[in-house]
């Protein structure tokens, strides 16, 4: 179970990290008539999701796991695939990030339970709020495609 949850716990990590590069991608690399909502939008994205990157390197830590923590490492890990299509058109974009933030609100809803059974309850409310901001981004990016 242990090796279970680290690992989960570890692509979490990697693939949060990949998610908010994507979004950063995404807000430098974007073109079209809707070119300054989506970069604000990916902006607003990326920077919450960086925020949240160091508080869940250093739970890793408190559980004496260590954080993964370079690009070789991401890959490996990660469930977000890159997107290495820099012109990639506006509504693909946005398709692509949503189907991310509902992957990446499924990761934590999973692993929030593998900490609750742990009796993690401090990296479990962490857990929980990253579902949330995911269901969030994720209600804005589905909006947009409307
Ligand atoms: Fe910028």
Redesign the pocket.
């Known amino acids: 179970m242990n090796d279970k949850y680290h690992l989960a716990l570890k692509t979490a990590f990697a693939s949060e990290y990949a998610f908010a590069l994507k979004a950063?991608n995404f807000?430098?690399n974007v073109e079209g008539a809707s070119f300054p909502q989506l970069?604000a939008l990916f902006?607003k994205i990326y920077e919450e999701v960086y925020g949240s990157i160091d508080t869940f390197a250093e739970q890793l830590r408190a559980l004496q796991l260590y954080t993964p923590a370079s690009l070789q490492k991401f890959s490996m890990l990660t469930r977000v695939e890159d997107e290495n299509n820099e012109n990639l058109p506006d509504g693909q974009m946005v398709q692509e990030l949503l189907e991310d933030s509902e992957k990446m609100a499924n990761i934590f809803r999973i692993t929030f339970d593998m900490a609750e059974s742990a009796g993690d309850h401090g990296l479990s409310n962490f857990l929980a709020d990253r579902q949330d901001a995911h269901k969030k981004h994720s209600w804005m990016l589905r909006s947009t495609l409307k």
């Open positions: 950063q807000h430098w970069h902006e």
